[in-house]
């Protein structure tokens, strides 16, 4: 299904109480993928400031809310500045606002399970959304009962500019040293105690013990959260990486894992794209994200700390495996680039009937 | 006009007056908040005149730690508050005859606030015994550090070494911060040969100069003051390879550590020692200062007097990887002589050998006056006269010249094809990096102007970095001239970003030229030559004492003025390609890995004979 317009209709974005944003931490380069996606039906304005790829930081400093009428306002976290607006509402669906959901036009997610569960489609469809909202939201006891607005899957892609970037010799040698010239099984991203792998790192540490000279570490880069700090023989904390630079720490590490959160069954997870975009294996947990971005026969699942060892020791030792695993991830990152995500979000009922209200 | 001066006084007064009269309604809570939210509206100076009419009211408790607040935080008056605060402070009815303890404090901040040391020190060590917390203790430290550092001025010797043990017997919690940064200054200032002149004095040209011409009698008495007030001679205790004998492994290769606080330049070094089957890990510094806040921390270890057992409990509990890298390693290689350099002089097992690569700026620093010489097997420096600088800024160091060396950079070379050049590329000049007074590009542009008086054809290259949008302040002058001079010559010149591989550039120029105040190496210069440029050498001035430019390149003629360079490129351009042809084999013969890194290498197989 696609779309014919003279001209796009005008989308307002903002998130939480982010009056400017730049590629500096997970949540906010999510989002701006996303409006990158959303700009294939609308104008996106982030803040009173108009989308555009090539601009290092996005929105007006000085104002927290629409300084204007636009048609749509997507609006991520930010209930006050929600309730202030006039007008067809968007929100994410995450982390959850009864009221919001209420009165909101439509609800964007980023995984087709989580869709499916919002449209309560899965028998297990409630103890997900409770797993996933009562952390952050107690109350949660469950959706409103006439909760029937469109839910819309804005996907996750891969950025292009990971894609491209090519690592020169002299990139790799910092990595390489950057990251004390160890194997590297890397982690990067939230360090927080509540979404590391721990049957992962458990499974290095041993790998570690059993071949010492292949010195099998993790590295974790990143701002460690509250409570995150960890300190272990094999568990190395390398700091914050530019987000340009990370392209060349993706490319020394022998794979990356991803958090084991059962989270993860609704939420996206944009690590494992930027991974297999540069053809590096993610170790991860079978969850449900990961089996929608990566495929059911993807070969570096693991359900235990067992299988996370043989898995990582095979990415070590076994050249071929290894391999057979790059160009899988090289291939199935294709279904993840922009052109294919915009498809499958023009190719969707719920935004035709938004678009139509 | 007099008459309005009256009235403006008057209405100050009053204004004053009304002031204090409505201070008089409030308690010294009250004040103290009025106060803070003053100081965080940013008027510093209505801050002051409410601290001031109130300390009646408050019987001076706390008038000097608050003045001390509103000053630090003024952003543009400073020096007006302070004078204020010494015309209120001192020639009024507060006086430095203390009571009590609380009294003291006052006055102490009020003395600190001022750098009235002595007064300070007198009123508060009165009351020392009474100190009943650290905050106490800590303004009492830093009088004292305020008062060595102006004995240490004055070359009063005797009193300073008193001090300085007073400092020792203090016990609180952060000494150890105190006592680095007393260090620290104590370099700067002997670095400043001192006066005040900031961190790193040396940095600065003019300093620099004035401290090499220094009178050697002058020097060795502030060396003398300087070795007895830091008494360095003891990180032999933490260290101290003298006696040791190590053997090479024989069952496996040699494991090395390299630990840099950046990796620039060492991907070459690194290569030659994977080629001679040395086995690589690295430790990058910087995650020593990680968010996992070491106890002690970094500054302590590096400056202060951090024993090795409680650096080595703290790394076991925070970096335990670190420690196992260590424990893994025959040899820790460190790039730069900066921070790794002193922290493995001091902590690293004797059964280890430590080699330090001093690259330049390390040399005018004060950092490496810090190192325990005697715990580092190997120096090895890039060029002779950064070695030479090195003997003459850091103290005792030279006392160890047996363990040092200079190699060359690590260059591979090789790699560039001989391209000749067309008549345009032959009058095209180059000048890499171009966006730092150090590199003098108004010297390149005078250079061109000169050409160009004579033949419009000549250009220039400037490839690198542009200036920062926002000029340091101290670069101003230099940076409209370069403008200026600029847009005079902007039809002859070609601004070329940054080029993490500018060898494509520079074969498409004749002549390279190396204009800089100071140099370790300079790399550029040996690249170009490496393509076939002519190099274009001045002789640095910063360094010219140390015959810096000559002992780098003797194969090259440097020359002092824009005249000068311009007379020898017009002499070169008459045989321009016999000339580049020499020049590009000479740079492969003189400066490529080849010959450094079997130096280098030998440098770690020496370690074992």
Known sequence: ?357 | MKKLLVTVRNFFLKRNFFLKKSLTKYSWLEIQKMINKLIQQGDCSKAFAVLFLSRFSMKNVGFGRIARKIVVRAKHDEDELCKQVSNHYFNDDFHDHCNNLNEALNYGYVCLLLKEWEKGFKTLSKFESEFSNDQQKILFLEILYGLILDYVNKERLDEAIKIKMLISSIETENIGKYLWKMNRDFVNQFHSMGSDKGPDPLMNHMNFKDFIEEDFGKKCKRIDIFEQLMALDHLDNYRNINSIKRKKPTDRPLNILVVSDNFNFVEQPCSVFKSFGYKLRYIPFKTLDSSLKLQPDIYEMIYGNATKEEVFNELEKKLPWVLDLINWCDVVFVEWWNRPAIFFSRYLDESKSLIVRLHSYEAFTTLPNFTNMNGVDAGIFISEHIREIFYATCIGAEKYSRRHSVVQNIRDLCKVVYSKRSSLQKKTLCLVGYSKINKDPNFALDILQILLNNNAEWRLKLIGYPWPIVVKSEDFDYYHEFKSKLSKLSRSVELIEFQEEIQQSLVECGFILSTSLREGSHEALVEGMSSGCIPVLRNWPHVSNFNGAKKMFPIVSPIDTPAEAAKQILEASKDFDNKSKIYYQNARKFYDRKTSGKELVGIIEDLYN
């Open chain 1, 1 to 357: 299904m696609t779309f014919k317009m003279k001209k796009k209709p005008t989308l307002y974005s903002l998130i939480a109480t982010k009056s400017v944003i730049s590629a500096n931490n997970g949540d906010v380069i999510n989002e701006i993928r996303n409006m990158g996606t959303l700009s294939s039906v609308f104008d996106v304005y982030y803040n009173n400031d108009i989308y555009d790829p090539q601009k290092k930081q996005l929105g007006i400093k000085d104002q927290l809310g629409p300084s204007r009428e636009y048609d749509f306002y997507y609006i991520r976290n930010n209930p006050d500045v929600f309730k202030s607006i006039r007008g067809k509402k968007i929100i994410m669906a995450y982390p959850y606002d009864e009221d919001m959901f209420k009165s909101a036009s439509a609800v964007f997610v980023q995984t087709p399970n989580w869709k499916n569960h919002l449209q309560k489609n899965g028998i297990d469809s409630e103890e997900k959304l409770k797993y996933l909202y009562k952390t952050l939201t107690p109350s949660y006891e469950g959706l409103p009962y006439d909760f029937k607005c469109p839910v819309i899957n804005t996907w996750q892609r891969t950025d292009q500019d990971i894609v491209d970037k090519v690592s020169t010799k002299k990139d790799l040698f910092k990595f390489e040293a950057e990251t004390t010239g160890a194997k590297v099984f890397g982690y990067y991203g939230n360090l927080s105690k509540n979404l590391y792998p721990y049957m992962g790192f458990a499974a290095i540490k041993n790998l570690h013990r059993d071949f010492p000279e292949h010195s099998p570490t993790v590295i974790l880069a990143g701002k460690f959260r509250k409570g995150g700090e960890i300190a272990d023989k094999n568990i190395i904390h390398i700091g914050n990486v530019d987000y340009d630079d990370m392209p060349s720490l993706i490319d020394v590490s022998t794979a990356t894992f991803t958090t084991e959160s059962l989270l993860c069954n609704t939420l996206g997870n944009q690590k494992v794209l930027d991974s297999i975009s540069r053809g590096v294996p993610v170790l991860c947990r079978k969850l449900d994200t990961f089996v929608s971005q990566l495929g059911d026969n993807y070969p570096c699942f693991y359900e235990s700390e067992n299988e996370a060892y043989d898995l990582a020791k095979n990415l070590l030792m076994d050249k071929d495996f290894s391999e057979d695993v790059r160009k899988f991830c090289l291939e199935r990152s294709k279904y993840h680039s922009q052109n294919e995500v915009i498809k499958r979000f023009l190719d969707q009922p719920e935004l035709k009937s938004l678009l139509d209200s």
